[in-house]
């Protein structure tokens, strides 16, 4: 968990249960959610309509989860739009993010969120309508993470075994940027996100 700006370490390797885990990721958006993701909705708004369209899609419960966290890397690093140096220099959130949730989740969420900035490069790469529809902090953030994928990478991107879901997971952030669309509350995620949740075996008591 390097990196962390104000998310102390040991902090979180003192939750004891999956409630506790739930509540500390629930404040972190409380505290730093409503921050302003793109030009039109806060962090929190993203993240909830992010896992209200994987679930509206029929989505597993980890793939909304991955979708409701997939940009919690924001909010360890402390990136936000008001900064001056926002999206300037590439963080690699989404690293931070899935290395920061393996702690209490698999896989089948911590690689969709690792790979949702790839899957915006794959996409752009292999799907030329895709890249005319990005938004506009979108397309600046692409330049700082690489542009599009070349053959190469897109052949390595399908061989992690979890392009599907990542692709996916792209496309309902890529629409989550609605300021018209009404969300729920963290909390509402909150009995799906513990379902989940396996404590480390340093953290048991
Ligand atoms: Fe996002």
Redesign the pocket.
């Known amino acids: 968990m390097s990196g962390l700006e104000a998310a102390d370490r040991s902090t979180w390797m003192e939750l004891r249960d999956p409630n506790e885990v739930v509540e500390a990721i629930g404040r972190l958006y409380d505290e730093r959610g409503s921050s302003n ?1 793109d030009e039109a909705v806060t962090q929190t708004v ?1 993240a909830l309509q ?1 896992a209200e369209l994987a679930a509206a899609d029929g989505a597993p419960p980890p793939l909304i989860v991955a979708a409701l966290l ?2 919690i890397g924001h909010l360890l690093l402390g990136e936000w739009e008001s900064r001056p140096d926002f999206l300037d220099r590439d963080l690699h959130h989404e690293d931070v993010a899935a290395r920061f949730l393996a702690n209490w989740f698999g896989a089948d969420v911590t690689e969709p969120v690792r790979l ?1 900035v790839d899957a915006k490069r794959y996409l752009c790469a292999v799907d030329p309508r895709y890249a005319g529809g990005l938004s506009p902090a979108s397309v600046r953030s692409l330049e700082v993470q690489g542009g599009p994928m070349d053959a190469a990478e897109v052949e390595a991107f399908v061989a992690t075994g979890f392009a599907e879901p990542a692709t996916e997971l792209r496309r309902w ?1 890529d629409l ?1 940027k609605d300021v018209d669309r009404p969300v729920g509350t963290f909390r509402d995620h909150a009995p799906l996100l513990a379902a989940l949740v396996t404590m480390p075996e340093r953290s048991m008591p």
């Open positions: 993701y993203h992010s997939h940009d949702h952030d989550a």
